[in-house]
C-alpha cells in the first residue's frame, strides 16, 4: 500500500516543485498565475492519492470537488486583478509592477 | 442560535447586491450595521450561557433531522467571537462616511460581510478541512477589499498577499492530507485520537512544521512577512482596522494554536519553535517599524511586532503565558483597530499618509489625535491602558517560567515601541501647524464615533482588567491550557 | 499501475510545457491538458465525481478564464523571460526528482497509519450526511468569488 502512496505522493511533489519553480522565477504575471494552477494540481492529487491508498475514496472525493470549487473562485478573483493591472500599466511585466519596497 | 454567525452574514451578504439596486446608500448601512450589532449582542449575552457548563458541540437540524453541519463553543471560540463582532462593527461604523468616496456600498458591505461569515466560521468548525475552507472564504473577500481602490498600489499589493497566500494554503492543505492518511478522518476529535494511539512524533512534527509555515504566513510572522506591509496599508483605512487587527490573527494565531494545542498538544519543542518566531518578530519588526515615514506602513510593522507579543504569550504553554497572549490579542486588535482608522482619517482630511509633511494636527483635529494618543500607549504599554496589563501578565509568565532573555526581549522591545510611537505622534499631531492645514477639518460624526468608542474600550478594559480577565480571557485559556484532553473530553467521543 | 505512471507522467509533462512554453495561449492549452491527464487519472482511481469536475471545470472553465484574460491583455511587447531560468530547469528538475525519489520513500515508511477502515455507502450520502458543512462553505466561496469580481470590475466614478 505504501508503494503506491509513495509513487502518487512522489508526483504530487513533483507538481509542487514544478509550481514554485515558476514563482520565483517567471516574470509574466499571467504565468505566475499558471504555476499557481500547477501548485493546485498538485495538491488535488495529493488529497485524492491519499484517500484513494487509504480506501476512503468517497470522502477524499468530496474534499477533491469542493477544492476545486474554491479554486475556481480563486481563480476568478485573480485573473480579474490582472486585468486591472494591465490596465494600469498596459504590461504583465511584475517587474514594472513593483514599486512598493515589501 | 450559534449558527447566525455564519448564516446571518451570509445570508445578508446574499442579498445586499438587490438591495443595493433599491438603495446605493441608506440601506446598506443600516442592513449591515445592523446585523454586526445583532451578533455582537448576541455574542456578549446569549453565547455565554451556551458554554455556561463548559464546551459544547452544537449539530444543526433541518426540518426535524440532524445533518452533518457540527459546530463547537467554548471560551476560546466564544471570545474570539466576541472580538470579531465587536471590530467588525466600529469598522462598519466607521465605513458609513469614509467608503462615499470608494462607490458602490452595497458590494464593500457584502465583502465584508463575508470576510466576517469567514472568520466567524473559521472560530467554530471542529474539522481541518473547514478550517481551510473559511480561511479561504475570509482570504478571497480580502483580496478583493485590498485591491478595493483599484488603483496601482492596491492592485499590486493585492496580488502579491494573494500569491504569498495560496503557497500558504497549499502548505496547510498537504499537511492535512498527510494527517488524513495517517487517521483516516478529519475532525480534531478523531485525528487528536489517532495521533495518541499512534506513535509518529517524526511525521507530527513535518506537519506541525508545515501549519506554522501556513499559519505564519497567514499571521505574517518575521521569515514570513513580506506580504504584509504592502497589504495593509494599501487597502482602505477601514479594512486595514480589520486585516491587521483581526483577520492575522483569526486566520493565522487561532487556527494554529488551535490546532498545535488541541489536536497535536504542545510539546516542549513546539513551544519553542513559537516562542523564538514571536520574539524574532518582535525585534525585527520593531526596528523596521521605526525607519518608515508613511504613517500606515509603521503600523503595519507594528502589527507583526505586536503578533509575535501575542504568539510569545501563547508559546510559552503556561496558563498565565497563555492568558496574558490571548489578552494581548484583543488589546491589539482594539488599538490597532483604532489607530489604522485614526490613520485613514488623517488622509482623509489631509490626502496624505506621509508623517513627514503633516504636523500640528492635533489643532485641527484634536479627537483624532487623542484617541489616536490613547490607541499608541494602550499598545507600547503605558498604565492604566488595557495594552499595559497584557504584556505585564507575558513578561511575569515568561519570568516564571524562567525564560530570562525572552523576558529581557519582551521588556527591551517594549522600550522600542514607545520610541517609534512618540516619533509617529509627534510627526503626526503635535509641533507647529503647517500652512498647508489651515482648513483641515475633523472627519465626519460616524468616523470619530466609532474611534471614540475604540478608544473608551481601551481605557475601560484597563480599568477593569481583572473582571474583563476572568469573565472571557479566563475560560479561552483554560480551553487551550486543557490541550488535546479538549477535544478528546469534553468534545466527547 | 503502468496505466497509472503513464498518466502521472502526462500531467508533470504538460505542467512542465505550460510554465516553460514561451505562448502564453499554448501554456493554457497545456494546462488544460494536464487537468485533462488528472481528470482521467481520477477516474481510474475511483473516483468519477472528482474526475468529472476535474475535466469540466478545471480544464474547462478555468482555461476559458484564463483565455479571456490573455485575450484582454494583449500586450505589444510579450514579457521577456530569463533566458537562464529556462535553460537551467530540465537540470534542476531531474536533481529534484533524485531527491525526491529517494527521500520520499524513505519518508513515507516512517508514516504509520490507522488500521484501514473500508467505508461503505454512496457518494451523495458522504457528501451530504458528512460533509454538509462543505457545502455550506463552497456557497459562502462562490459568494465571496462572485463579489469579489464584482467589486473589480465596478466602474469608478470620477467625481470624487
Not at chain 2, 526596528?287 to 518608515?292: N, T
Request: glycine share 8%; net charge positive.
Amino acid at each position: 500500500m505504501n508503494n503506491t502512496w509513495f509513487l502518487y505522493m512522489a508526483f504530487a511533489a513533483g507538481l509542487l516543485f514544478v509550481g514554485l519553480y515558476c514563482l520565483l522565477t517567471m516574470k509574466n504575471v499571467i504565468k505566475l498565475f499558471i504555476g499557481i494552477e500547477v501548485i493546485s494540481k498538485g495538491v488535488s492529487l495529493a488529497l485524492l492519492a491519499t484517500g484513494f491508498v487509504k480506501k476512503n475514496t468517497l470522502l477524499a472525493q468530496s474534499l477533491v470537488i469542493t477544492f476545486i470549487v474554491v479554486e475556481v473562485s480563486l481563480v476568478a478573483t485573480a485573473l480579474a486583478i490582472i486585468i486591472n493591472i494591465y490596465r494600469h500599466t498596459k504590461s504583465l511585466d511584475i517587474r514594472k509592477l513593483t514599486k512598493l519596497k515589501g | 442560535m450559534i449558527f447566525l454567525f455564519i448564516g446571518l452574514p451570509l445570508v445578508v451578504a446574499a442579498l445586499l447586491p438587490l438591495i443595493g439596486k433599491i438603495s446605493k446608500r441608506v440601506l446598506p448601512d443600516l442592513l449591515a450595521n445592523a446585523v454586526f450589532l445583532l451578533l455582537l449582542v448576541l455574542a456578549v449575552t446569549a453565547g455565554r450561557q451556551v458554554i455556561s457548563e463548559g464546551p459544547v458541540l452544537k449539530q444543526l437540524n433541518w426540518l426535524g433531522e440532524p445533518v452533518g453541519i457540527t459546530v463547537a463553543v467554548d471560551g476560546f471560540s466564544l471570545f474570539m467571537l466576541m472580538a470579531i463582532s465587536l471590530l467588525t462593527l466600529c469598522v462598519s461604523l466607521y465605513s458609513i462616511d469614509y467608503m462615499e468616496r470608494y462607490g458602490a456600498k452595497a458590494n464593500y458591505y457584502a465583502l465584508l460581510l463575508m470576510m466576517a461569515a469567514g472568520m466567524n466560521g473559521l472560530v467554530l468548525v471542529t474539522d481541518l478541512f473547514n478550517v481551510y475552507l473559511f480561511l479561504e472564504v475570509a482570504a478571497i473577500a480580502s483580496y478583493a477589499l485590498v485591491a478595493y481602490g483599484l488603483e496601482h498600489d492596491e492592485l499590486e499589493a493585492s496580488f502579491k498577499y494573494l500569491m504569498l497566500s495560496v503557497i500558504a494554503s497549499a502548505a496547510i492543505l498537504i499537511s492535512i492530507a498527510v494527517l488524513f492518511g495517517m487517521t483516516g478522518s478529519l475532525g480534531f476529535t478523531a485525528v487528536a485520537a489517532g495521533l495518541r494511539s499512534l506513535d509518529a512524533k517524526f511525521v507530527v512534527g513535518f506537519c506541525a512544521a508545515l501549519f506554522i509555515m501556513g499559519f505564519g504566513l497567514k499571521a505574517a510572522l518575521i521569515p514570513f512577512h513580506a506580504w504584509l506591509p504592502d497589504a495593509h496599508p494599501s487597502a482602505p483605512a477601514p479594512i486595514s482596522a480589520i486585516l491587521s487587527g483581526l483577520l492575522i490573527k483569526v486566520s493565522g494565531v487561532y487556527a494554529l494554536t488551535r490546532i498545535l494545542f488541541n489536536v497535536f498538544g504542545l510539546t516542549p519543542a513546539l513551544s519553542q519553535v513559537l516562542m523564538y518566531l514571536g520574539a524574532v518578530s518582535i525585534v525585527v519588526a520593531a526596528f523596521l517599524a521605526l525607519g518608515q515615514k508613511d504613517m500606515k506602513r509603521l503600523l503595519a510593522y507594528s502589527s507583526i511586532s505586536q503578533v509575535g507579543y501575542v504568539v510569545l504569550g501563547i508559546g510559552i504553554g503556561t496558563p498565565l503565558g497563555i492568558a496574558g497572549g490571548l489578552f494581548h490579542l484583543f488589546n491589539h486588535a482594539l488599538a490597532k483597530g483604532l489607530l489604522f482608522l485614526n490613520s485613514g482619517s488623517v488622509q482623509h482630511a489631509t490626502g496624505t499618509r506621509n508623517l513627514e509633511e503633516m504636523g500640528g494636527l492635533a489643532k485641527r483635529m484634536p479627537v483624532t489625535a487623542a484617541t489616536s494618543l490613547i490607541g499608541s500607549l494602550s499598545i507600547v504599554g503605558v498604565p492604566p491602558l488595557s495594552g499595559f496589563w497584557s504584556k505585564l501578565i507575558i513578561i511575569m509568565a515568561l519570568v516564571q517560567a524562567k525564560e530570562w532573555p525572552l523576558a529581557l526581549v519582551a521588556i527591551l522591545a517594549s522600550v522600542l515601541t514607545l520610541w517609534y510611537y512618540l516619533l509617529m505622534q509627534r510627526k503626526a499631531f503635535f509641533g507647529k501647524l503647517d500652512e498647508k492645514w489651515k482648513n483641515v477639518k475633523e472627519a465626519p460624526f460616524w468616523m470619530t464615533a466609532s474611534t471614540v468608542i475604540l478608544a473608551l474600550l481601551s481605557i475601560g478594559v484597563g480599568l477593569f482588567f481583572s473582571a474583563f480577565i476572568k469573565s472571557w480571557i479566563q475560560p479561552a485559556s483554560d480551553v487551550l491550557a486543557r490541550g488535546i484532553h479538549l477535544a478528546l473530553g469534553s468534545w466527547g467521543i | 499501475m503502468i496505466w497509472q505512471i503513464l498518466l502521472l507522467s502526462g500531467v508533470v509533462l504538460f505542467s512542465i510545457l505550460a510554465i516553460l512554453s514561451k505562448d502564453l495561449i499554448k501554456s493554457a492549452i497545456s494546462l488544460a491538458l494536464a487537468s485533462l491527464f488528472l481528470g482521467i487519472l481520477f477516474f481510474q482511481m475511483n473516483a468519477p465525481y472528482a474526475g468529472v469536475f476535474e475535466i469540466s471545470v478545471v480544464a474547462g472553465l478555468i482555461t476559458v478564464l484564463f483565455m479571456l484574460t490573455i485575450a484582454l491583455t494583449k500586450a505589444e511587447g510579450d514579457v521577456r523571460e530569463s533566458k537562464l531560468a529556462r535553460l537551467i530547469f530540465p537540470l534542476v528538475f531531474v536533481a529534484f526528482i533524485l531527491i525526491d525519489v529517494l527521500v520520499m520513500k524513505g519518508l513515507l515508511q516512517k508514516v504509520p497509519a490507522l488500521p484501514e477502515t473500508s467505508e461503505s455507502g454512496a457518494f451523495g450520502d458522504v457528501l451530504w450526511k458528512q460533509r454538509t458543512f462543505d457545502l455550506i462553505g463552497q456557497l459562502a466561496i462562490i459568494l465571496a468569488g462572485v463579489f469579489s469580481v464584482l467589486a473589480l470590475f465596478r466602474k469608478r466614478n470620477k467625481d470624487e
